[in-house]
């Protein structure tokens, strides 16, 4: 009975549960909950302004690769706190932006926002796209000293040689294009020549050829059947120079196709 006694006492002063559902557990209208975002932020009349985006879909759609919104936001809301699920204000929003429009915000903040990552996402992302620039050197470019290709670790070791700064913004490609004049005052490289096709009506083929032989390294094949068709290798300064020469001469009508411009096949006529 004491024992009876003493629970009922402790059950007495023990706090009730609330049903699910209750004040303790409702979440404002005012806030949406969100996780695994990438955030992009933007400061603009003294207010704060986030929105919610997939991880990895920013970048692409700062680089034109990826075209459906819908694919980079994670919510058409405009927020002042992602973390916390706070949406900005209407008159916030009119204030800073003229408009109430949330898409139309959204995508004026992903393209001049802030994207934020953690101190240890930026060092992996830097790290990757400094192998992705090293890695497209090697595939682009020869050592002139035997024809060969570069190891991907010796032109990274060159990048800090010439003390490289890598430009998150920029594509791997554009920044490698960049950099291999610069690699030139530590590595013999140059770009690998390129392989083309040049297509161009009967009618003015034997002019146009002669303007490009010149520009050619090394005629693959050609076939006078038709139309006059030509598979080539050539330096990859001669490429513009060609296409120039093509478009004025068919007025158009002729074409150059890129088939390859990676190290690899140049390597493999080497035998």
């Known amino acids: 009975r004491r024992r009876l006694e003493k629970a009922g006492k402790h059950s007495g002063n023990c706090k009730k549960r609330r049903p699910v559902g209750s004040a303790d557990m409702f979440t404002p209208v005012n806030q949406v909950r969100l996780t695994n975002v990438a955030i992009v932020r933007l400061k603009k009349k003294g207010k704060r302004f986030e929105i919610a985006c997939y991880k990895n879909k920013v970048v692409s ?23 916390k699920g706070t949406l900005a204000k209407g008159k916030d929003l ?32 830097a790290e990757s796209k400094l192998r992705d620039i090293a890695t497209t050197i090697a595939q682009m470019c020869i ?3 035997n024809n060969l290709p570069f190891p991907v670790e010796v032109i990274q070791t060159a990048m800090k040689d010439v003390k490289f700064s890598l430009k998150p913004n920029r594509s791997a490609k554009q920044q490698a294009l960049d950099l291999i004049p610069e690699l030139k005052k530590e590595l013999p490289i140059a770009r690998a020549q390129m392989r083309v096709r040049v297509a161009i009506p009967e009618a003015k083929a034997k002019d146009i050829k002669k303007k490009i032989e010149p520009m050619v390294a090394t005629l693959e094949k050609e076939d006078w059947d038709f139309d006059y068709e030509m598979v080539a290798r050539i330096d ?7 296409v120039d ?7 158009g009508k002729g074409t150059v196709d890129i088939l390859d411009c990676k190290v690899q096949d140049s390597v493999k006529t080497l035998d």
């Open 245 to 251: 020469a093509v478009a004025a001469g068919t007025r």
């Open 236 to 242: 990859p300064g001669a490429y513009r120079g060609i």
């Open 61 to 83: 759609w700062r680089n034109k690769v990826e075209k459906d919104i819908d694919e980079v936001l994670q919510s058409h809301s405009v927020f002042s706190n992602v973390s």
């Open 94 to 125: 009119e204030k800073a932006f003229g408009s109430t429009d949330q898409t139309a915000i959204c995508k004026l903040i992903l393209a001049t926002g802030q994207l934020q990552v953690s101190q240890k996402e930026r060092k992996v992302e």
């Open 143 to 145: 050592n002139t000293d």
